[in-house]
């Protein structure tokens, strides 16, 4: 067993050794307020028949999805690793212009249908700031993203004079690789953005965004922004392929 004596030293270089990695770790936590636009289409095929593509907005009618996101990183050093979650809910009625093909059921033309896209996104992923610079009037980060998304999507149709119902679901993982990029202007006023994409198998996914973050005191901060989805998948007789846009903003705390 090391004795104080003994062990003194050895904590001493430790913390020499440590020191600066930990003086460069940071953790910050973010949550939020997302307002995100749809725009494009989705399919559901079943019982033999093939789906019929529907419109999110001229057939559905569906309103923009206003929800929550929430996010946590840590930096050390260079890397910066984070994960996030992120649900998204459409929802809207309308009367149905053509027959619609829907998991083995036909909704029929004129029928008045309420209609329902949830989507649950997961996010993980790893940043490494190949460009680290701080020597300047202001402070360039950049570097490549690697990040691993699993999408949870359910999709429900309902005609209620005719009692009919019909939902159906699929789980996609994907991945992106992209850039992430951040200019600090001064200690409490900096720029982020980042951009992500990838197509595998019949599915692909991009997500980018741009954030202002303000912090005037040195653990507490706000940020907006501005984020665009662009999913394509093809899963299970499920398809989606839409675009999902509009502003956020929040608060954060960093320690």
């Known amino acids: 067993m090391l004795s104080p004596k003994r062990l003194l030293p050895l904590v001493t270089v430790f913390c020499l050794i ?100 949830d989507m649950k996104l997961y996010q993980a992923g790893l940043a490494w700031y190949l460009v680290d610079v701080d020597d300047l009037p202001v402070r360039l980060q950049l570097g490549p993203e690697l990040t691993a998304i699993y999408i949870d999507a359910d999709l429900k149709m309902q005609e209620a004079s005719y009692d009919l119902q019909e939902s159906a679901s699929a789980g996609v993982p994907v991945a992106t690789l992209g850039l992430r990029g951040r200019l600090a202007l001064a200690d409490y006023l900096g720029v982020v953005g980042r951009v992500g994409y990838l197509n595998f198998k019949n599915n692909s996914f991009l997500d980018a965004d741009v954030q202002v973050e303000l912090s005037p005191l040195p653990m507490i901060g706000l940020f907006v922004g501005y984020r665009y989805l662009d999913v394509d998948v093809d899963e299970s007789d499920v398809k989606i392929n839409a675009t999902f846009d509009g502003p956020y903003a929040g608060a954060m705390i960093r320690f």
Request: glycine share 16%; charged share 25%; net charge negative.
């Open 18 to 117: 440590a020191g600066p990695a930990l003086a460069d770790e940071l953790f910050a936590i973010k949550g939020g307020y997302l307002k995100l636009r749809p725009k494009g289409d989705f399919a559901v095929s079943g019982g033999g028949l093939k789906g019929t593509n529907v419109d999110m907005d001229d057939d559905l009618g569906l309103d923009d999805s206003e929800n929550y996101l929430v996010e946590g990183a840590m930096k050390f050093g260079s890397f910066r690793i984070f994960a996030a979650y992120m649900p998204v809910k459409f929802s809207g009625d309308g009367e149905l212009t053509q027959n619609i093909n829907f998991n083995g059921e036909t909704f029929i033309a004129g029928s008045q249908v309420d209609s329902d896209v």
